[in-house]
């Protein structure tokens, strides 16, 4: 069965007054988490997921980083991705498929001024890595079986997503529809807001890999959250930096303590030890649009107690938050 906005909404309208009927009343908690999520009236982007994307607690880790986690689950760890809310529209937008898709949609979606509907509508990819396209199976016939959902690709996130099962069936049976992408070329999704996506240097064994430039009204934001070192980058990050109001950047790892003291030239991520080192210069203004995003399940700065996050801060640098809403 194929389902449409209009059947989704029947749907779940229904069953919501099947399980009214049936079960128990809905936990507090889950009461209030609704009644904070306010629509926004402002075009915004919002934090859905700061973590790497093998997640926290990540598998079969016994460190004191995650050994509590898989009994009791921190909700704020879910894996990088920020939505765009276009309220010229009444529009959202996600970028990054994560494997917690499901909760960062409902989430999105509840900041929107009509959100009976519950879909994006539109998906735009960085790359082909676990973290960044994997929730796209939640749009198959497993799932939703959703149809058309707008999937804005690069041309080898394209291909490789158009040659690989069980990816191609979303294509063939049109739960999705890719959007090509072209490099710094934009993307105007309203008179208000555009996407333009840059190619930067990773691990690329399956696709290209992009970060976005987001412009919205009166503010823009770079979404950077996977890239090798700056240095490899052919433009000049600084002047990057300069150029927009929020710069969410990866900072997968702090040093290299928490690797074991691994060659750290050799990792190909800017550690925050790295970026703090060569940001150091910037103005205080410059460095209070850095947000740190994309972290390991090591990373310390995912402690607000640590010395690692307390030195970020102090350096006047930000560690991004889950549900911070940042004014586009
Ligand atoms: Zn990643
Ligand atoms: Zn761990
Ligand atoms: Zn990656």
New binding site residues.
Partial sequence: MKLTKLSILLFSTTTALLMCACSEAPKLATVIEKATAVPLTKTSLVVLGTIQDAG???IT???????N?FESPDPSRKVVSVGLVDVSTNKTYLIEATPDMGSQIKKLTQLEQNSEIEMVDGIFLTHAHIGHYTGLMYLGKEAMDAQHVTVYAMPGMRDFLENNGPWNQLILQQNIAINALKADSSIHLSGELKVTPLLVPHRDEFSETVGYKIQGPNKSALFMPDIDKWEKWERNIVAEIEQVDYAFLDATFFDSVELNKRDISEIPHPFIIESLEKFEGMTSANKKKVIFIHFN??NPVLDSTSRAYKTTINKGFRIAQINEQFEL
């Fill in positions: 926290s607690p990540q880790c016994k460190e004191s980083c995650c050994k986690l399940h090591t």
